[in-house]
């Protein structure tokens, strides 16, 4: 028996009191328009821009155009016109002067403006590292409540995601609210038709 197997078994045959699961049958938040109430919660509560995208939009012109200034842009998404690839770096920290990370959502939950991440590129490190994200994310990929996302959820073979709402902020230093404490200033969603 390994070490873990060991602590496991020690922590089984002390356990005094068993509990069942929760119920979990309980009506979830469920949105009549969840794109509506998706685009609501992303530019109030996640504090995120969000730009609709229509047919035929060139998505390079539009990320150009949120953010003219950007140097380096990271992305290994077919078609968008990137600088750099976290698929083709050494390490993470090659991705450290990303401008604009620009990566792909595959779940929006409309209660809470989280967006599913997958990973599907070598370095996960963008999606923390970039100055500012651009998720591109399809509306008919939104669900009204987390309980839904979970059910949509698909991992890669690269075994990782994350849920991401908005840009990074914390108001534990001197209670003052500061942004890209941890990682994005700013996040973008293109919301796409």
Not at 2 to 10: E, F, P, T, V
Not at 22 to 28: M, R, V
Not at 40 to 66: C, F, P, Q, V, Y
Not at 95 to 103: N, P, R
Request: glycine share 6%; proline share 4%.
């Amino acid at each position: 028996m390994n070490s873990k197997q060991d602590i496991l078994s020690r922590l089984r045959h002390n356990v005094r009191e068993t509990y069942d699961m929760p119920d979990l049958s309980f009506p979830k938040t469920v949105y009549d328009d969840p794109v509506a109430e998706f685009i609501h919660a992303t530019t109030t509560t996640a504090g995120a821009h969000l730009m609709e995208l229509s047919e035929g939009d060139d998505i390079n012109r539009k990320i150009r155009e949120a953010y003219p200034d950007a140097k380096v842009i990271t992305s290994n998404i077919a078609g968008v016109e990137a600088t750099l690839t976290p698929d083709d770096v050494e390490k993470a920290q090659d991705l450290e002067k990303t401008d604009v990370g620009v990566i792909q959502g595959t779940v929006g939950v409309a209660e809470n403006a989280c967006i599913w991440i997958p990973q599907t590129m070598k370095e996960r490190s963008v999606c923390f590292m970039a100055e500012y994200l651009v998720i591109l994310l399809s509306r008919k990929d939104i669900v009204s409540n987390m309980h839904e996302a979970y059910r949509k959820i698909e991992f890669t073979s690269l075994g990782f995601g994350t849920f991401i709402s908005g840009p990074s902020k914390t108001a534990d230093i001197e209670q003052a609210l500061v942004y890209g404490a941890q990682a994005a200033r700013g996040v973008t969603v293109m919301l796409l038709p």
